[in-house]
């Protein structure tokens, strides 16, 4: 069974750049979850997706997007990239999201924005 | 912000058992208990979850107290191998407990000495 897939594994942003990363789920999770990891503030929840609709949000600013296509597969979106956007992006699958459910992570996208 | 709260740090030697505390005082009677770990340079992974009963598998065993709201992974026989983050979460049956249950918090670092 593949697990999360994260896309790209690594890129380079300069300020005021956007970016756009993917996240596969594990076939058959519907729940996709974001997160931002920096080495101050650890692991931090940015929003999750289920059956294409946002249903729980962060404390993240506006240019934090994403979106869920009908086959699970998610994107987040970061727009005017900031210096403090440098991090590990993770994202996370689970069946539906309740609490019986694990949590299934991806390996992560490191993103340094100079 | 996180339900639980966890030491930040804690040191054992190998071949030992290792007991993570985590409390979580108003956790409600709906809510799971989950564990993950994250090995540096990985992403989180899942360790165990349980709801009023103790629970166990390959990697660890969850002792939940009696009253629910505190919770210990005990890892039987540490290894260098187990050092990592560990994360206790809170996530509610039915809806995974919203942004709530999917904010992991900064985790205990848990050091294995040889």
């Known amino acids: ?114 | 912000d996180a339900k639980t709260t966890q030491p930040n740090s804690m040191e054992s030697n190998e071949e030992e058992p290792v007991h993570l505390p985590c409390n979580h005082s108003t956790i409600s009677g709906t809510d799971y208990i989950h564990w993950y770990r994250q090995l540096p340079s990985q992403g989180p992974e899942y360790v165990i979850h349980g709801l009023t009963s103790n629970v166990n598998n390959r990697m660890a065993s969850l002792a939940i107290a009696e009253d629910r709201k505190s919770s210990t992974l005990i890892l039987h026989r540490a290894t260098l191998r187990d050092a990592a983050v560990y994360y206790c979460i809170l996530r509610g049956m039915y809806s995974g407990g919203g942004a709530d249950g999917l904010t992991f918090g900064k985790g205990t670092h848990l050091i294995i000495q040889p």
């Open chain 1, 1 to 114: 069974k593949a697990g999360v897939t994260q896309t790209p594994r690594y890129l380079i942003k300069t300020r005021g750049q956007q970016v756009t990363l993917s996240c596969s789920p594990i076939s058959g999770h519907r729940s996709v979850s974001w997160y931002q990891q920096t080495p101050g503030q650890g692991l931090q929840f940015l929003f999750e997706y289920f059956s294409e609709t946002q249903r729980n949000k962060g404390n993240f600013p506006g240019r934090f997007s994403g979106r869920q296509f009908s086959n699970s597969r998610s994107e987040m979106n970061v727009s005017t990239l900031e210096l403090g956007d440098s991090a590990l992006y993770l994202c996370a699958s689970s069946l539906t999201g309740t609490g019986a459910n694990v949590l299934t992570f991806g390996a992560g996208s490191r993103l340094t924005v100079l």
